[in-house]
């Protein structure tokens, strides 16, 4: 049970860490679940949870690892090959023997193994993080491509250099032959084992597609255990687990763009994309939140073990941190020619770098683009679960790990202090997207629901049958409600049917006082002041979009509508009784039979009631209507004045109709609800010709519409 309730707070501390960053962008989600994590170890909550190194990587960074690559771009992977594998082989190994020297020469009582251990910690990073802290910037062309392909291979690449050096810790021998071949080796392996069981794998996954087209979940849950497969038998054959993982997830990646129109690109896709997305950003949260729960535990065991002095080793977090950017910008500098493939995709491209000697390169200088990738160096999840897999006793001689408590303090402030840095810096020398072509995803969707609200609008729908007039009204209110939506997000503004509810009352208000004198002849008073209330109520409804006072308004509508069709249905039994069965239950006593014989008697009186109200109805509808408008006209919030009014004008006859007839517009309801979608679809494509929007926000809210289109039509359908 406390295992269960730890996962529990962790997962809140991870959904308030996201809601935190959503109010204070500029500060990523993963600074947030740091503190708070922190916090939770003063608060009197119970709390268990013990680490298993295997359990973790196979449990939570496998998963993660493929979900990466999964979703990566292998266009851009395969564009970017060389400076991406540059940077996640050879400045990872360059970044092992020259942070470790430095590491050695800060402390010299840590073994040289021990610090290559420590510098093998600190090369993998993070592109998670450096994507939270630079969204809304203009990073260099491809240089954000080539951080995603970084931290999806050099995690790998950390990984094997971490375990080669723990492992000449472990057997007290190490020698540069022996580690570069034993690199090889099990890096090679673990490529070659994940591309071979990838195949395998897509293999029957196809067929699972195939022969279980309809059974989306067996697909879902097939693809969550792929990783935690792969990377157990790996490490069991003795080669990188990591690296199998990775190789497996890019080989789903091309099995997905190659059968996307096959079926792949159905339910089970999206199921699956949206299964993947959600453990990926739950456990990527919970990685940060539990260093943030161990960070106190850290600080706390190493000031009192006194390994070193803690202001000394703070100070020696510092200089490593400036180490590793320095040699991150060093190396992109030399090499920077690699990180330009667009600029050679073709021959005419190549022949005009030459030719004018000038790259594409954002406007940013060489220099600066390799300051900016030296601080895109953000480390993260890798970094500190690698660090927790240092062991605290060396098992063949049964010593203490040297200086272990060091090393994860020193660790856990880079990742720190990497971030807060990037956080800081980032900002100010990395330029903002262009300001008139820039548009947030909410303003993108208000804008586009703004142009298919006013086609809709301008449809006349008057000599449309019932059922399609009805549609239209729900469809026209359904858009202004998620247009204000999206509006009011963009402010943080969550009162959303305030101001709409506030003229309602206006109006209502005006009604009642109208009604008496446009009623003043009307033999029927009583029952019409009865529908206009019930008229009110459903209004209301439509405006209001809190649960609770939903739920009692329904409750108050049903209530009152059960009393008027409960005489309808006496007017109509009595309408349609055949003569027959008249003189069948003249001499009948039953209860029954004498409510139908009373019926019968005022079958008259009731249908001729029944017609003067249904008569009068427009007449009275267009006076309560002209009355609303002239309180509509006085409202300063134009988009609540026209919600309001397009409410009372598209269902002014859908409100006493459905009391008389059997309205079935569902169906029409869908086919607007997809002519919608397809027109917001349209409208987004030209925005991004007319290059209003960017690419990468075309396709989120192209995907966004395609979750929402999927989400029109049940599942289970009843004839």
Known sequence: MEILSTLG???IIVILGSFLNNLIPRIPAALFQIILGAIITFLPLTIHFEFESEMFMMLVIAPLLFTDGFNSSLKNIWLYKRPILYMALLLVLITVMVVGTIIHFLIPAIPWAACFVLAAILSPTDAVAVKAITKGMKLPKGLMAILEGESLLNDASGLVSFNIALGAILTNTFSIANAGSKFLTVALGGAIFGLIVGIILVQIKWIFMTKLADESNILVIYQLLTPVFVF???????????????????IYNFQRELHL????????AVITDSTQFITSYVLNGFVFTF??????????TMFRNREIDIYHAFGYSLIIVLALM??????????????QPHNFTTAKKTANAILNRKLENSGYSRFKYSIIASLCGIHGTVTLATALMIPVVIANTGENFPLRDTILFIASNVVLISIIVGTAILPIIVKDEDEEKQFSQFAIREKILEGILKEFKERDISNKNIEERVAYAHEIKNL????????????NNFDTDKNSLKLHKKIIKAQNNALPMILKDNPNKKEIMEFAKIMHLRRTSLLTYSVWKNLILNLRINYKETRIKRKLTRYYVARDLAPEQREKIKNNSTLINKKLKKLDVNYKKNSEQLQAIIDCAPSIRDSLLAVAYKVIEGEENQDTAEFVKDVYTYFSFTLFEVFLEDIDYEE???ELQMEAVRLLKYRVLTMR????????DTYTTLRNLNYGESMIFPRDIEE
Do not use: C, D, W
Not at 291 to 300: A, C, F, V
Not at 326 to 339: H, L, Q
């Open 9 to 11: 707070i962790f997962v």
């Open 232 to 250: 157990y038998i790996a490490e069991h054959i003795h080669v990188s687990g990591i690296v199998a993982v990775v190789i497996t997830a890019l």
């Open 261 to 268: 129109i096959a079926g792949s690109g159905g339910e089970a």
């Open 291 to 300: 260093l943030g729960y161990l960070l106190p535990e850290i600080y706390i």
């Open 326 to 339: 320095i040699v991150r910008g060093i190396f992109v500098y030399v090499s920077y020619i690699t990180f």
């Open 480 to 491: 202004h409600a998620i247009k204000a939506y999206f509006k009011n997000m963009q402010i």
């Open 668 to 670: 029409e309801l869908k």
């Open 689 to 696: 010709k007319l290059k209003y929007i960017t690419l990468e």
